[in-house]
């Protein structure tokens, strides 16, 4: 009996971390948005550039957890209570390294705000020079751990699109970055 409640316990914390990778590992800087100042409004506000030495283009800040429309990815996209961003008005948005130097962008969590089958293409680049790209599929109840691990770019570009849909807003918390 102690034996299958062991490997049962086992068998939970090893799905979990499969589907829920918590770490961003030493010494990546974990970006949670928490600490940006923020009312508890839907509205959404930009994230100021030099926030987590990144600059950041059409990147706002939102309380996911107050959202008070149900069944969105605002909600189900919060990781680290209670913010999160998104792209504002389902345009593109990048992520810029405040300094002028390379970054290594690890991973972060990501929903579709509005419709499943929302489509993120994502751009690493060095210099103006495509370095990595990267196509994902997001849904507005399942967050999607999009894993990286791009050395060396020093801009992030960010697409979204949803076919006939009019709104192709896409979130993104716990950013795990390394300078």
């Known amino acids: 009996?102690?034996?299958?409640?062991?490997?049962a316990a086992t068998l939970l914390f090893s799905t979990i971390s499969v589907i829920l990778p918590l770490a961003c590992p030493t010494p990546s800087s974990l970006i949670t948005f928490d600490d940006i100042i923020h009312s508890t409004g839907i509205s959404g506000i930009p994230v100021p550039n030099g926030y987590s030495r990144l600059n950041w283009q059409n990147v706002l800040v939102v309380n996911g957890v107050n959202y008070?429309?149900?069944?969105?990815?605002?909600?189900?996209?919060?990781v680290s209570p209670p913010y999160l961003v998104f792209n504002g008005y389902g345009n593109p948005m990048a992520i810029t390294n405040a300094a002028t130097s390379a970054f290594t962008i690890k991973s972060?969590?990501?929903c579709a705000a509005w419709y499943n089958n929302t489509i993120l293409a994502m751009i690493g680049t060095?210099?103006?020079?495509?370095?990595?790209?990267?196509t994902v599929e997001l849904f507005t109840q399942k967050r999607t751990f999009v894993e990286l691990n791009w050395p060396g770019i020093d801009s992030i570009s960010f697409n979204s699109s949803?076919?006939?849909?009019?709104?192709s807003h896409v979130t993104m918390d716990n950013l795990c970055v390394t300078f």
């Open 126 to 134: 060095r210099s103006g020079t495509v370095l990595y790209t990267k």
């Open 108 to 110: 972060f969590y990501s």
């Open 68 to 78: 008070s429309t149900p069944n969105t990815g605002y909600k189900t996209g919060v």
């Open 162 to 167: 949803c076919g006939s849909c009019d709104a």
């Open 1 to 7: 009996m102690m034996f299958a409640i062991a490997a």
